[in-house]
């Protein structure tokens, strides 16, 4: 009996290729579904890492409510790991905010509030305001609230904020350790947010529940569609420490002065979204808050402008980092262009203040580009100059660049003979007496690039990265980052 016959007799990719499978047409995805069945695949595993690594945009799930409530425990329960940082005391924030989760086979990204000071405008306006930049980018939210405490006048505001806002809330009640405690969760029915999901995100106790409303109020990830166009404007995000010239750079770009621009560093806190008319596209411009050194120095609205500033990059296709070309290139700089990679976004540098530079900077800020950004060298570079305009007509043909890069498609056919004389000319390293190969792989989706790797046997990070150096000599992939992903053989015979 063949590999790939079902119990019923049916072929095991008979009917699965009538659904859509992101790279794969019909018979391209039953030809490479014979291939996995040759090479000893569990065709099931096989189709389901295809599906995984070529859907489209992950929806995104963001935790508001107030100070001290559990959020980011409740974000390291749903995530998985202990990344957000938690500490009994209100205020403590971390440098990332968004994060990857899955339940119940099913991924979207987290985006954990936690963090924030209270400043001037008092804690009502502050939570607010960090929960309103929060849900801007978000599909649904969970409403955290301390159920001991049962509902404050924070928790009203903020909930007349998600009633404005009309996303799909779920609210959790936490700090339900016990049974007792649920009477306590009852109470919270008095939002009129819907049920209460009492949940002990210490513990663990009913997170599972309250994630399966989550799904519920989440929307699927979409199916990965080749060759369409996005509908409407291609989306920028300028990105940036503050002061580096975002809102000088925007206006000139614009031809008009559309946005306050000041010396004082972090003027801007709102983004300011443009329509602007440029190469003969309209694009729209998002003109983002700077970002301060590390979030857990930043005081009240400087840390809702670096909040803001993620949920602008989740909603853009491409980022424009823009770095000072005057001053030595910093780690928040690096951190801001790893920011733009990780949400897996098209990527320009545009290197600003160029004007002012004499040969000695150019030399070492050469050197610097190798050393501090070898991490984004695939992307496009435009040496800038907001005050005075010099090569800003550089900008577009960079963002376009990067766009094409990141919805590059190779064909299946075209990158397994790739992959075929690669893995030949340059095998893996024999370790423990034993020498993986790649096997197979295919291109799973765009936006940016995504490939899984069926191999024999498991393949180390070096030769990953090899891989990836190759692919972008042979395919180009200018300005977007690839992620590849490798699914092993398992170690069993072929099923009889």
């Known amino acids: 009996m063949n590999d790939h016959i079902q119990p019923d007799g049916s072929d095991a990719y008979e009917g699965a290729h009538e659904h859509d499978h992101g790279a794969l047409g019909d018979a391209e995805f039953a030809e490479f579904m014979e291939l996995a069945a040759e090479e000893g695949f569990d065709l099931e595993d096989v189709e389901g890492a295809i599906e995984a690594a070529g859907h489209g945009p992950l929806p995104v799930l963001a935790v508001v409510g107030r100070p001290n409530v559990g959020k980011s425990t409740l974000v390291n329960r749903i995530i998985g790991r202990r ?31 936690g963090g924030w000071e209270q ?11 960090q929960a309103e930049y929060a849900i801007e980018a978000a599909d649904a939210v969970v409403f955290v609230v301390d159920a001991k405490v049962g509902a404050t006048d924070t928790d009203e505001a903020v909930v007349r904020l998600l009633r404005k806002a009309g996303k799909p809330v779920v609210l959790c009640a936490n700090k339900v350790d016990g049974p007792s405690g649920e009477a306590d969760a009852a109470y919270l029915w008095s ?44 989306r920028v995000a300028l990105i940036g420490r503050p002061n580096v010239g975002k809102s000088s750079l925007l206006n000139k770009v614009a031809g008009e ?19 602007i008319e440029l190469g003969g596209k309209t694009w729209k411009f998002v003109d983002t808050a700077g970002i301060r050194k590390r979030v857990h120095l930043q005081q009240g609205a400087d840390y809702y402008a670096s909040l803001r500033t993620a949920a602008a990059v989740e909603k853009a296709e491409v980022a424009v980092v823009l770095i000072d070309a005057a001053e030595s290139i910093s780690v928040q700089d690096q951190r801001i262009v790893t920011m733009a990679v990780e949400a897996g976004r098209a990527l320009v540098l545009a290197f600003n203040k160029w004007d002012t530079l004499d040969e000695e900077r150019r030399y070492y800020l050469e050197r610097e580009i190798e050393t501090e950004l070898g991490q984004a060298a695939w992307a496009p570079r435009v040496n800038v100059s907001a005050r005075t305009g010099r090569h800003m007509e550089k900008l577009v043909p960079a963002i376009e660049t990067a766009l094409a890069g990141w919805e590059t498609r190779v064909p299946t056919g075209r990158l397994n003979a790739f992959l075929g004389e690669l893995v030949a000319a340059h095998p893996h390293p024999v370790r423990g007496g034993k020498q993986p190969r790649i096997l197979f792989g295919t291109q799973a989706g765009t936006k940016p690039p995504r490939f899984v790797l069926f191999a024999s046997g498991f393949i180390e990070a ?34 009889k």
């Open 462 to 495: 070096g030769y990953r990265r090899f891989i990836e150096r190759r692919l972008r000599e042979e395919f180009g992939f200018e300005g977007t980052p690839i992620h590849i992903s490798v699914r092993v053989r398992e170690k069993r015979g072929r099923k």
């Open 191 to 234: 939002l009129g947010l819907g049920e209460p999901h009492p949940v002990s995100a210490l513990h663990g106790r009913g997170t599972g529940d309250m994630l399966d409303k989550v799904l519920e109020a989440l929307p699927e990830a979409p199916a990965q569609r080749f060759g369409t166009a996005v509908g409407g404007p291609r």
């Open 119 to 129: 400043d001037v405008l008092g804690i009502d306006a502050s939570v607010a305001a």
């Open 83 to 113: 990344e957000a940082v938690v500490e009994d005391k209100p205020g403590v924030t971390r440098d990332r905010v968004t994060y990857e989760a899955e339940w119940a086979g099913r991924r979207f990204k987290v985006v954990d509030t």
């Open 257 to 275: 002065e559309r946005v306050v621009v000041n010396e004082i560093a972090g003027t801007t806190r709102d983004p300011v979204d443009e329509m």
